[in-house]
C-alpha cells in the first residue's frame, strides 16, 4: 500500500476523525460546535483532534481579534477534496445496509 494513503487512512482511522470531519463538512467550526454536534467526546480528545487535522493541513485554525478572542477551524482546499472520500464511505455503507 502506498504510503500516502496509509498515513491518510492512519488519520482517518483515529476516533472521532469522521465524525469531527462531518461535523465540520456540517458547518461546526468553534470548538463547542464541534463538541455538541459529536457528542461523547471530552475536550481533551476534541483538542488533539483538532490539532492533529490542523497538521495533516485538513483544517486551518484561526484566531479572531475579538473581545474575549474566539478560535475557528475551517476547512482546508484538502480538507473540502477529501468530503469525497467521506461521501464515499457514507454511500457505501447505505447501500450495504
Known amino acids: 500500500m502506498p504510503a500516502e494513503v ?5 488519520l482517518l482511522e483515529r476516533r472521532w476523525t469522521l465524525s469531527i470531519l462531518w461535523a465540520s ?9 464541534f463538541r ?6 471530552s475536550p481533551g ?6 490539532a492533529e487535522l490542523e497538521q495533516a493541513g485538513v483544517l ?5 481579534d475579538e473581545r474575549p478572542p474566539r478560535v475557528e477551524y475551517r476547512l482546508t482546499p484538502d480538507g473540502r477534496r477529501l468530503k ?3 461521501d464515499a464511505l ?6 450495504t445496509r
Do not use: C, H, K, P
Not at 25 to 33: L, P, T
Open 84 to 86: 469525497r472520500v467521506v
Open 25 to 33: 463538512y456540517e458547518g461546526a467550526s468553534r470548538f463547542n460546535e
Open 36 to 41: 455538541q454536534a459529536v457528542g461523547g467526546i
Open 45 to 50: 480528545t476534541l483538542a488533539q483532534r483538532l
Open 6 to 10: 496509509r498515513r491518510a487512512a492512519g
Open 90 to 95: 457514507a454511500s457505501w455503507a447505505d447501500a
Open 60 to 64: 486551518r485554525r484561526a484566531v479572531i
